[in-house]
């Protein structure tokens, strides 16, 4: 079986596939001094409650945080005897093109939410994560990637709010009952949360309006739904679409380097 790993900046996501569906899926924090052995304690905790019977064979990893690959190695030499393939590295084959500035470096999961999006609906696509950052990624017609674009993210957006203003309180970002509050938290919340929607419409509308076509827009990540339900900014979302695309780029790796 393969293990899919996807290590973001805040969070990272283990997902176990058996060639036709995921088995498990868990989160745990990113911490970068976290041991091989202790992610495999984790893992086989978890495992040994879901009384899972599994024997996984093959690991893929897409790190936005380099240090962690190490251990994420070691885990797989350690405990699955097997090389990870990890995005990023020249030995892993993507399924897509990467049309950017000569030189430029494009994170791994923006790479990874491309494969996916244009494996699950096609090309001409917006994918919006809303993750430690926000990140457009513009897929064309045939799924390469063409760029994108960089903003904070909302919880980063807040927690800088709180930080920088002793006065302000630190909130959870929801949808406030009116646009004009009534008191501190109110106020925090509907400049977070109506600001987020003028982003994401106006990014994705000049987006469209500079490609010269129309685009489908998909959102991933934790907060998306929040938005989604409010104002209705994207043909639809789609979650775990990060943890989908290594299975896709384990797949074509498997098949080209078969052949």
């Not at 969070?11 to 495999?40: H, K, P």
């Not at 996916?116 to 990637?145: C, K, M, P, S």
């Not at 104002?231 to 299975?247: M, P, Q, R, Y």
Request: proline letters at 3%; charged letters at 20%; a negative charge.
């Amino acid at each position: 079986m393969l293990l899919a790993i996807d290590c973001g900046n805040t969070n990272t996501v283990f997902s176990i596939w058996d060639g036709t569906r995921f088995v498990a899926t868990w989160r745990t924090s990113t911490e970068w001094q976290r041991t091989a052995d202790q992610y495999y304690v984790w893992l086989s905790t978890l495992i040994s409650l879901h009384k899972l019977d599994v024997q996984i064979s093959e690991v893929i990893v897409s790190s936005t945080v380099p240090r962690v690959v190490f251990n994420l190695r070691v885990l797989s030499d350690r405990y699955f005897n097997c090389r990870p393939l990890v995005v990023g590295k020249p030995e892993c084959l993507l399924p897509i093109d990467v049309r950017v500035d000569q030189g430029t470096a494009v994170g791994p999961d923006r790479l990874v939410n491309t494969v996916a999006g244009h494996d699950l609906y096609g090309g001409d696509l917006i994918v919006v994560d809303f993750g430690t950052a926000t990140t457009f990624d513009v897929v064309a017609e045939d799924g390469a990637y063409v760029g994108g674009v960089i903003a904070p993210g909302v919880n980063l957006s807040l927690e800088a709010l709180h930080n920088a203003a002793a006065a302000l309180p630190h909130v959870d970002i929801s949808k406030p009952q009116s646009v004009v509050g009534t008191n501190t938290v109110a106020c925090m919340q509907s400049g977070v949360f109506w600001g987020y929607i003028g982003l994401v419409r106006e990014i994705c509308a000049r987006i469209r309006a500079e490609r010269g076509r129309e685009m489908k827009i998909i959102s991933t990540g934790g907060l998306a739904p929040l938005f989604q339900q409010s104002e209705a900014l994207f043909d639809d979302f789609a979650d775990n679409l990060t943890i989908h695309g290594l299975t896709v780029i384990h797949r074509y790796n498997k098949e080209n380097k078969s052949a």
